[in-house]
């Protein structure tokens, strides 16, 4: 028996959509961080599964009473930690289709309109934020792109195609070596403001990863990168690899492409950027000047489910040669085999895992139903948005913006006090419950972060998200005078 019919189905889903519709409208007035205890949940619900079905009814109604009370609101305009998550309705709808459709695209034959439609989105997304040609697949050329589940997983498929190439490369030189010979003496670069994954990626990807150091801007520069690749070709190493950040995530600083570009290319260095988070923003032609010297990138790399307005997970990749991610992943067992092959990409070859769910359906719900005037006028607003808070903390002479807002993001700290104080702060506002914040500390200075998360934002929720900072600090600085 099936445990619901297409009628409970239509039923369900249309309560569903209002719930969630009514959630997301009404988000401002939940508090955004819950309450709750570790193991909170446990005793909420029975400790086994039901032997009986229960009604979907009962399902609704155990939402508010056990799930809720647990969540963190991302989506509410009180939300700044990290970086913002998206989420919009078109992207949602596309999920429900993707979902009822079901299949597992890891090759053309598995599903043509899935590949089809990722190799086209692809290259809408890529013509939107001014890649150049040589990423896209129209231009008839080698390159194109592929939705990964996260930036992380494409720094780590990026550094194995750079590894591959390495290999290859060297042994033409030196057939005599063993592939484990040439990767132990394989080195890769980052700067030491790049996201955690990049180093994670450099221990999946079984290679040394340097993070070199960057300038007063918290940027790496072009000569940093070639000292390093020098010192480490002299002591018998071989470089082979590079990221740079457009858009770190402690302090949203942009990695000077046009310096490290040439360096990668004069050393046969492969370099992908992670762009997880900015590259939305490249959808205004404005802020394309942070991205200039991409042409000399192997891959690049930017979460459309981070600014976008693409529910998670989707991570758009770009590459000028996919072979060597093709070639170096590549089993091909009979029963995968189908007779397209080679016509169009068998997306497997692409990535760490088999399966893969239909993600070009949100990509196109949303790029259709905002229209690329939409998307840009949202990431204007967030951008003004925060610009208002920054003038905001600079009218307050007891506080400093530690960092050139460019984005959606202010650093800032209460100026003249001590990293003690400020985590005092942090810890204040957070735990008054109405907003919530992450730090971060570069070169021993902690500094508070304020990401502009939610697509509902508005002036007025600056304006709250200001008060609650201001008289956090209020209560801060009078109880150091008190001497508490
Ligand atoms: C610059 C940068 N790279 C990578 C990531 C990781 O993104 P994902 O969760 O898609 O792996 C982040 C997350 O915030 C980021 O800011």
Not at 91 to 108: E, K, N
Request: aromatic residues 10%.
């Amino acid at each position: 028996m099936d445990a619901m019919e297409a009628n409970q189905f239509r039923e369900f889903g249309k309560t569903m959509i209002d719930y969630v519709a009514n959630y997301l409208e009404n988000i401002r007035d939940r508090r955004v961080l819950p309450t709750v205890e570790p193991g909170y949940l446990r005793p909420l619900i029975p400790s086994e599964a039901p032997q009986k079905p229960d009604s979907w009814k009962d399902v609704m109604d155990d939402i508010e009473r056990v799930i809720m009370p647990g969540v963190t609101h991302w989506h509410s305009p009180k939300f700044h930690a990290y970086f913002p998550t998206a989420n919009s309705y078109p992207a949602i709808v596309a999920d429900i289709l993707s979902d009822g459709i079901a299949c597992i695209g890891f090759s053309w034959i598995a599903s043509p309109a899935c590949t089809e439609l990722e190799v086209v989105m692809m290259d809408w997304l890529g013509k939107m934020i001014g890649l150049p040609e040589e990423f896209l697949a129209c231009s008839g050329g080698k390159g194109g792109g592929v939705i990964q589940g996260t930036a992380s997983e494409a720094t780590l498929v990026a550094l194995l195609g750079a590894k591959a190439r390495a290999i290859h490369q060297v042994k033409k030189e030196h057939p005599d070596w063993r592939d484990a010979d040439i990767a132990e003496k394989l080195v890769g670069y980052t700067s030491s403001q790049s996201h955690s994954s990049v180093e994670r990626a450099g221990l999946l990807g079984g290679v040394k990863l340097r993070g070199l150091p960057t300038d007063d801007s918290n940027r790496l520069r072009g000569d940093t990168l070639e000292k390093a690749i020098k010192e480490d070709r002299d002591a018998g190493l071989i470089p082979f690899y590079a990221v740079a950040t457009l858009g770190t995530t402690s302090s949203c600083t942009f990695d000077n492409l046009e310096e490290i570009g040439p360096v990668c290319n004069d050393n046969n260095v492969w370099l992908h950027i992670d762009a997880a988070y900015a590259g939305a923003a490249f959808v205004c032609p404005e802020y394309r000047y942070l991205m200039k010297g991409v042409e000399m990138a192997d891959s690049f790399d930017f979460n459309p489910h981070k600014w976008m307005l693409v529910n998670f997970d989707c991570s758009a990749m770009w590459l000028k040669d996919p072979n060597w991610l093709v070639n170096a992943f590549n089993v091909d067992p009979l029963y995968l085999k189908h007779d397209q092959q080679g016509s169009a990409p068998d997306y497997r070859h692409w990535q760490i895992q088999l399966g893969r769910r239909f993600r070009s359906l949100k990509i196109w719900f949303v790029l259709r139903l905002y229209g690329v005037e939409n998307i840009q006028k949202h990431i204007r607003k967030q951008i003004g948005l925060a610009h208002y808070f920054e003038k905001l903390v600079k009218s307050d002479e007891r506080f400093e913006v530690t960092e050139e807002v460019l984005m959606g993001l202010v650093c800032f700290r209460l100026k003249n006090e001590t990293n003690e104080v400020n985590e005092r702060l942090l810890k204040r506002i957070n735990a008054r419950g109405t907003i919530h914040l992450v730090p971060s500390k570069i070169r021993d200075m902690y500094f508070l972060r304020m990401a502009v998360c939610s697509r509902l934002s508005e002036e007025s929720d600056m304006e709250v998200t200001w008060k609650e900072v201001r008289e956090s600090a209020d209560d801060v600085l009078e109880k150091k005078v008190n001497g508490f």
